[in-house]
């Protein structure tokens, strides 16, 4: 009697084990299906308006790429483009933004935007 009983006791354990190793493991998928958004911040240079229009086109590409590649909406990637303004750049945002909206596509309103001196 006493072998059944310890198979039996042994079956318990391997059963209790198994059940345990299966919750951890659904655990883990359920944390290898978060998504984390990466910090942008870091990798799209500042644009300060007044570096001139090489520069504020490589920062119009720069940013475009970007969301291109990770699939960025339209109102996140203007939402980007116009956290990474500075100084003029900036300041240029803020008196002509409702100006220069009016209806165009992003690109077209940032490439606006960048050349407001020049138009």
């Known amino acids: 009697m006493s072998t059944i009983t310890t198979l ?16 951890v493991t659904e655990q883990r998928q359920e944390i290898q299906d978060y998504n984390v958004m990466p910090d942008f911040s870091k990798l799209i240079n500042k644009f300060d308006g007044e570096s001139g229009p090489i520069t504020a086109k490589q920062w119009l590409e720069e940013i475009i790429t970007f969301s291109l590649l990770h699939n960025w909406s339209p109102a996140f990637t203007y939402q980007m ?39």
């Open 8 to 23: 039996l006791e042994q079956n318990a354990k391997m059963l209790s084990l198994l059940q345990q190793n299966t919750q």
């Open 81 to 119: 483009a116009t956290i990474n303004l500075i100084g003029a750049g900036n300041i240029g945002y803020r008196q002509n933004s409702l100006k220069l909206l009016a209806g165009k596509s992003l690109r077209e309103y940032l490439r606006r935007l960048l050349f407001l001196n020049q138009a």
